[in-house]
């Protein structure tokens, strides 16, 4: 499966595009695009966004450390990520998940709209 283009969409954050790569977790990748379109309420955990998916995976390279504006699946929580910036676990400059994550694409553009996102809020992701 190659790359497919996605969008996310939130009243507070606005429509930014997004694309999974499929070689990096691919087995991950293919659940999700079954999966989509996905709304779910978010949540924020320092400069991330995260929200529950359909979709159970374990970990597949699995990375302990992620770059701004990875997309990414958490397996203990079943949860798609969104990586803007340093998380509560960050050490230095670096963004670090809760624990390793499945990363699977990244966004693209521009991410300072994602800082306005409330816990609570809906998110929608969709195949472009």
Same mark, same amino acid.
């Given at each position: 499966?190659?790359?497919?283009? %996605? ?15 499929? #070689? ?7 659940? @999700?695009?079954?999966?989509?379109? %996905?709304?779910?309420?978010? =949540?924020? $955990?320092?400069?991330? %966004? ?18 701004? #504006?990875? @997309?990414?699946? $958490?397996?203990?929580?079943?949860? !798609?990520?969104? !990586? ?10 670096? %963004? ?7 990363? @699977?694409?990244?966004?693209?553009? =521009? ?18």
């Amino acid at each position: 499966m190659p790359k497919f283009s %996605i969008v996310i969409k939130s009243d507070e954050v606005g429509v930014l595009k997004g694309e999974i790569d499929s #070689g990096r977790s691919p087995r991950t990748a293919e659940k @999700l695009l079954k999966a989509l379109p %996905i709304e779910a309420p978010g =949540d924020t $955990w320092g400069e991330e %966004i995260y929200f529950p998916i359909p979709v159970r995976m374990g970990p597949e390279n699995p990375q302990g450390a992620v770059q701004k #504006g990875d @997309l990414a699946y $958490w397996p203990p929580g079943n949860a !798609f990520c969104i !990586f803007f910036g340093r998380t509560p676990a960050s050490r230095g400059d670096e %963004i670090r998940p809760a624990s390793p994550v499945n990363v @699977l694409g990244r966004v693209l553009g =521009d991410l300072s709209s994602l800082s306005r996102f409330s816990s609570g809020s809906k998110i929608r992701i969709e195949r472009a």
